[in-house]
């Protein structure tokens, strides 16, 4: 996740004397380097601010992509995380939905509700937000985080619900469902295929079955993580290790093709195999993060009344995700492999950064 937006710091306020509160916080060092260590408590530097007592939160695919130094936006010193669910721990006056003690669920995009994007509801795209948690300034790997715009950027967790479903809605949810099933347009008996069967494809393979389509084909290189794809509701599956992937798609679709390809991986090869098994009049949502430049064959494409759609998550759809995880619709809790507590957050990382070996799929960090 990317954004243009940049957000100076506020100036912080005087300090009225005594010693400044800390906390422990996951904090980037650069160079592929992270520590749990102590940084100073946040605190209100605008009236729309809040301060949100971490309960639970979550290792995203990005924050590796940070520790790998491919986000520029993303400084040394940086406390990483941008998903989570907390307690309001102290509100600035500007603030009128939120009190101290409520829970809260964070959205991992910031929206200032005003601006011209956010009235288009592309938050993503805020002037004075969009993706800034753990990108821009301090995120939610941490005992406390402050959180812009709290009005618009928080949401309320109901009296007595499980709160654990609800940081996968922080942002892995929203962006199946925004970037892949509704940018790809899902309809009734259509024809699905997802490529990449980690986390981010997962979601979208349960959010997908929204709209009942006739087949979802999901496609990666790992076999245990295609088993778990047939448990989440695929109808077939491929594994493309020995790279006749389009063959198998084309053999299970009467060569047509498919009418929605998610890519949920992020390289060249998987965004080329999206190109190669559209079907006429079909549509290619991308979901994955592209460091690369990919080759876009429209000497293929040019006459098959193809789309291809890009986005970053907007959290649009979370009022209709958190319907759907309250009406018991769809479980986000089996995407969760492993429990961690805050001061074993570097064990969190090691756990999920080699998936492969573990298994993870996602982790929760609780404090
Ligand atoms: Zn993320
Ligand atoms: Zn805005």
């Not at 969760?336 to 756990?351: C, G, M, N, Q, S």
């Amino acid at each position: 996740m990317t954004n243009a937006a940049t957000l100076q710091a506020p100036a912080a306020r005087p300090q009225t004397g005594g010693v400044a509160a800390t906390m422990k916080a996951l904090v980037y060092l650069g160079d592929g380097k992270k520590a749990f260590q102590a940084k100073a408590k946040p605190k209100i530097a605008v009236p729309t601010d809040a301060i949100v007592r971490m309960v639970k939160t979550t290792i995203c695919g990005t924050d590796l992509h940070i520790l790998k130094g491919d986000l520029p936006t993303a400084k040394p010193g940086l406390i990483l995380g941008h998903e989570g669910v907390g307690v309001v721990d102290e509100v600035g006056p500007g603030v009128t939905s939120f009190k101290r003690g409520d829970r809260v669920l964070i959205s991992c995009v910031t929206s200032c509700g005003a601006c011209a994007y956010c009235r288009k509801l592309m938050f993503s795209h805020c002037v004075n937000g969009g993706w800034i948690l753990g990108n821009l300034i301090d995120g939610t790997q941490a005992e406390f985080v402050r959180i812009p715009y709290a009005d618009t950027s928080l949401y309320p967790i109901l009296e007595g619900e499980d709160e654990e479903p609800l940081v996968l809605c922080s942002d892995i949810l929203p962006t199946g469902f925004e970037c892949g099933v509704l940018n790809g347009q899902v309809v009734p008996g259509s024809t699905v295929a997802i490529v990449g069967s980690g986390p981010i494809g997962l979601a979208a393979l349960l959010t997908a079955q929204f709209y009942s389509p006739a087949e979802i084909i999901v496609i990666d290189l790992d076999e245990k993580r295609l088993g778990i794809a047939k448990k989440f509701g695929a109808t077939s599956v491929i594994n493309s290790t020995d790279g006749k992937a389009q063959d198998a798609v084309m053999r299970m679709t009467g060569k047509r093709g498919v009418d929605t390809v998610i890519e949920a991986v992020g390289v060249p090869a998987t965004f080329e195999l999206c190109e190669q098994i559209v079907a006429p009049g079909g549509r290619i949502a991308n979901v994955g993060v592209h460091g690369k430049p990919v080759a876009l064959h429209l000497e293929q494409l040019w006459d098959r009344n193809i789309s291809i759609t890009t986005r970053l998550v907007d959290t649009v759809s979370m009022p209709i995700l958190l319907k759907m995880v309250r009406a018991k619709r769809i479980d986000p809790k089996r995407l969760i492999t492993h429990h961690f507590k805050l001061d074993a957050v570097v064990d969190a990382y090691d756990t999920f950064g080699n998936a492969d070996k573990t298994g993870a799929l996602k982790v929760i960090v609780e404090s």
